[in-house]
């Protein structure tokens, strides 16, 4: 069972999890190649608000939704998809070992992250924009420090 702190985490990103997909019968190849593939939509969705926050583009509130939406999604979905023995397959990872030896601080940075992507969807004024996307942006960067090889 989830205890009631967890649920309640969970249920306010119910959307997102809609979407995640099972992970159970999928092989580490499949794996590996899907959760880059959800990472990179997840990207194309921070550079549309980085866009935004270097002002090559104007803020608007249903853009910086939809984007954070998008990024919300595909981290949801990514977070299913580092099963354990997918630390290699057939492709390249980047993932560290460590993930699989440190899950429980993986997956809080996962959760938080999400959080600040849902938290940045009901961002509607240009000034509450920096601050959440600091908060979403440093939720990447802190999994990536500690879990992901740098690619070259
Ligand atoms: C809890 C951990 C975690 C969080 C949070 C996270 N990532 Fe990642 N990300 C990873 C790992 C691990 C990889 C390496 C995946 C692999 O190669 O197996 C990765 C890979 C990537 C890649 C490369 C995909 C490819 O094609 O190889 C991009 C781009 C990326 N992440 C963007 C982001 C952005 C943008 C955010 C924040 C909005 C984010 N990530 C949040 C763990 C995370």
């Given at each position: 069972m989830?205890?009631?702190k967890?649920l309640?985490i969970w249920?306010t990103?119910?959307?997102?999890?809609a979407?995640?997909v099972?992970?159970?019968a999928?092989?580490a190849t499949?794996?590996?190649?899907q959760?880059q593939?959800?990472?990179?939509?997840?990207?194309?969705?921070?550079?549309t608000?980085?866009?935004i926050?270097k002002?090559?583009?104007a803020f608007d509130?249903?853009?910086?939704k939809?984007?954070?939406?998008?990024?919300?999604?595909?981290?949801a979905?990514a977070?299913e998809l580092?099963?354990?023995g997918?630390d290699?397959?057939?492709v390249?990872?980047w993932?560290?070992?460590e993930?699989w030896?440190?899950?429980e601080?993986f997956?809080?940075?996962?959760?938080?992250?999400?959080q600040a992507?849902v938290d940045?969807?009901?961002?509607s004024e240009?000034?509450?924009?920096?601050?959440?996307l600091?908060?979403?942006?440093?939720?990447?960067k802190?999994?990536?420090?500690?879990?992901r090889i740098?690619?070259q």
């Amino acid at each position: 069972m989830m205890s009631g702190k967890k649920l309640r985490i969970w249920g306010t990103i119910g959307v997102a999890l809609a979407v995640t997909v099972s992970a159970a019968a999928i092989t580490a190849t499949d794996a590996i190649k899907q959760r880059q593939q959800a990472m990179e939509g997840v990207r194309d969705g921070l550079m549309t608000l980085g866009a935004i926050a270097k002002k090559e583009q104007a803020f608007d509130a249903g853009v910086v939704k939809a984007s954070a939406a998008k990024i919300a999604d595909h981290l949801a979905e990514a977070a299913e998809l580092f099963p354990a023995g997918s630390d290699k397959g057939e492709v390249q990872t980047w993932s560290k070992p460590e993930i699989w030896t440190d899950r429980e601080n993986f997956d809080e940075i996962f959760k938080t992250t999400v959080q600040a992507a849902v938290d940045m969807q009901s961002v509607s004024e240009a000034e509450a924009f920096p601050p959440a996307l600091g908060k979403l942006g440093s939720g990447c960067k802190s999994c990536h420090d500690l879990y992901r090889i740098p690619k070259q």
